[in-house]
């Protein structure tokens, strides 16, 4: 079976820091992405992890811990223009498998 | 410019009158994909395709098909439209299937099935 699991929404403030998580149970783990997504818009890649870590991306970065089955996106200096859904998805195995997404989370950037 | 092209953006049709949702891509991805997103659901995959003349279904392929006759076009049919197939629908496309491959998205399909 598969679970993705994100709170469905936040708010933060202009200019904070807000951590959005992610907690998975899939059959297997080869890899984990965040794509964001603005209202009525495509999905646009944010990260990909498959290693343990932090990856660091100008204001975004993105953790995984595969033991605990859990990643979070760290967004800084938040900007109006970040309010969107955040989505987290797993990809299963190494084979040609399908993107197993999270519902979202959708983040209000608040001044 | 690398994109993923649908068509049409926006659609209302009449349940039971088939259409169809082009997909291309020009960024010679050999895999293509459609989703469906809905409130509170999220993305659900309906289609996929590794390459030409290969499709398998996703969680939600009931209603639709697809056909993938060259690796740029990746049309998604419904055969007899029911309102619940109301949506906004994606196609996707990447490299291959596997690892890190970024997934792209096209911009969407705004369906109404009344």
């Known amino acids: 079976g598969q679970n993705i699991d994100q709170p469905t929404e936040m708010t933060a403030t202009e200019g904070a820091i807000v951590q959005i998580n992610c907690t998975y149970q899939t059959s297997g783990f080869n890899g984990l992405f965040w794509y964001q997504q603005h209202a009525g818009e495509a999905p646009t890649f944010l990260s990909y992890n498959v290693l343990d870590g932090l990856e660091e991306k100008g204001r975004f970065s993105s953790f995984l811990s595969r033991s605990k089955g859990y990643s979070y996106l760290l967004l800084k200096e938040l900007q109006m223009k970040d309010s969107a859904s955040y989505l987290c998805?797993?990809?299963?195995?190494?084979?040609?498998?399908?993107?197993?997404f999270g519902k979202g989370t959708r983040l209000s950037v608040i001044a | 410019e690398a994109q993923v092209t649908q068509n049409p953006r926006y659609l209302i049709t009449v349940t039971g009158k088939k259409l169809t949702v082009t997909c291309s891509q020009n960024m010679n991805h050999e895999y293509m994909s459609w989703y469906r997103q809905d409130p509170g659901l999220g993305l659900r995959q309906i289609y996929y395709?590794?390459?030409?003349?290969?499709?398998d279904k996703g969680d939600v392929p009931e209603g639709y098909k697809v056909s993938r006759k060259e690796k740029r076009n990746f049309p998604l049919i419904l055969e007899s439209p029911s309102p619940n197939q109301t949506s906004l629908y994606f196609c996707a496309s990447s490299l291959s299937g596997t690892a890190g491959n970024t997934i792209y998205f096209g911009e969407g399909s705004w369906l109404t099935v009344v």
């Open positions: 998805a797993v990809r299963e195995d190494s084979g040609n498998t399908p993107l197993v």
């Open positions: 395709s590794m390459n030409v003349e290969v499709t």
